[in-house]
């Protein structure tokens, strides 16, 4: 990455999406493999120079004096000036599409949001090299700023997305992680992916909660953690030949099949992740799986276009008679990463 400079006076936009994971759960802060992509949904963060070190902000998402999200941002201001960049007092705004606690890493489109917008401010050009860069500092801020403790895969999807593709990444050297664009061509063949939202709320930056209590687990050796770990990492490799092959009806099998794992040997799913799961399936969708850490969140969804309203609706129907909530639904297609909306001059 370039030299840090002095900001320059104008009001720079960024924007940087939210992510799907379509398989490879749990397994980046294990040395593994995950196939995720950024998607539309996305924060925006639009920033301007202060003549104080004051940092002023909002957000269109929580109250001006709820602590927990201005944590990330001053962990992204904390970890770029550690990185030495010289950065002035701000000026921010945050707007964004992404569900808080979704699965959907709001939290990383966030960091990466601000990371680019801050980037911009300083005119500082982001290389392949660069958006790496950004990406490791964003997550070294919701790691040791916010105390969530991530594993990387989120950032990287964020920043490294490009349309119409997934991104193979491999965590075998946690420190240089490998990543392979994939093409995931899934319009071309008649199908949708179609996200799930079940509304239960999860929180990863919740010190003794569940994901770090797995992390731990993995760490101690747990047989039944790890065993997912290493089958995981095998689908995630048979998903990839899939797609390649155009195997349709076996990435859906691989992805039923991640879910039963993070269901019963990583227990981080909840009756509404498995009731979305088993009901798209028996409406006819090629496979489902929960997406994120778990607890809650999200589902992902592999069905034909003609057959993802009966998805929806048999979902919907299926949350009433339990007495739920009624789930929100989102068709999702890989876009590209972070970017510039609006540069200083």
Not at 142 to 163: F, R, Y
Request: with cysteine.
């Amino acid at each position: 990455m370039h030299p840090p400079r002095q900001a320059t006076g104008e009001t720079v936009v960024a924007r940087a999406p939210g992510r799907v994971n379509l398989i490879g759960e749990h397994t980046d802060y294990n040395g593994g493999l995950c196939l995720p992509f950024a998607i539309q949904l996305a924060t925006t963060a639009t920033v301007a120079a202060r003549a104080d070190d004051r940092i002023r902000m909002s957000s269109d998402q929580a109250a001006p004096d709820d602590p927990h999200w201005q944590r990330y941002v001053h962990g992204v201001v904390t970890e770029l000036r550690r990185a030495g960049w010289e950065l002035p007092g701000l000026d921010l705004a945050l707007t964004s599409t992404v569900p808080l606690g979704g699965g959907l890493s709001s939290s990383a489109a966030l960091e990466c949001a601000v990371a680019t917008a801050l980037a911009g401010l300083l005119g500082i050009p982001l290389d392949g090299a660069g958006r790496r860069e950004l990406a490791e500092i964003c997550r070294r801020a919701e790691t040791d700023q916010v105390g969530a403790p991530t594993g990387g895969m989120d950032q990287l999807a964020s920043m490294l997305g490009s349309a119409g593709h997934a991104l193979l990444i491999d965590f075998a050297d946690a420190r240089s992680p490998v990543t392979t664009p994939v093409p995931l061509p899934v319009a071309a063949a008649g199908l949708v992916l179609l996200v799930t939202d079940t509304r239960v709320r999860h929180v990863l930056a919740d010190g003794d909660g569940g994901y770090a209590q797995r992390r731990r687990e993995c760490a101690a050796g747990d047989r039944r953690r790890l065993r997912h770990v290493a089958s995981e990492n095998d689908r995630v490799r048979a998903a990839v030949a899939a797609i390649g092959a155009q195997d349709w009806p076996g990435l859906g099998s691989l992805m039923t099949a991640s879910h039963a794992s993070l269901r019963d040997d990583y227990e981080v799913s909840v009756a509404q992740l498995d009731l979305v799961v088993e009901t798209a399936v028996g409406e006819g969708a090629l496979g489902s799986r929960l997406t994120g850490g778990g607890f809650g969140g999200c589902t992902i969804t592999l069905v034909a276009a003609e057959r993802a309203a009966a998805v929806r609706t048999a979902v919907d129907s299926a949350f009433h008679d339990r007495g739920w909530s009624a789930p929100a639904h989102h068709l999702v297609e890989p876009g590209p990463g972070a970017a510039l909306l609006s540069a200083a001059g």
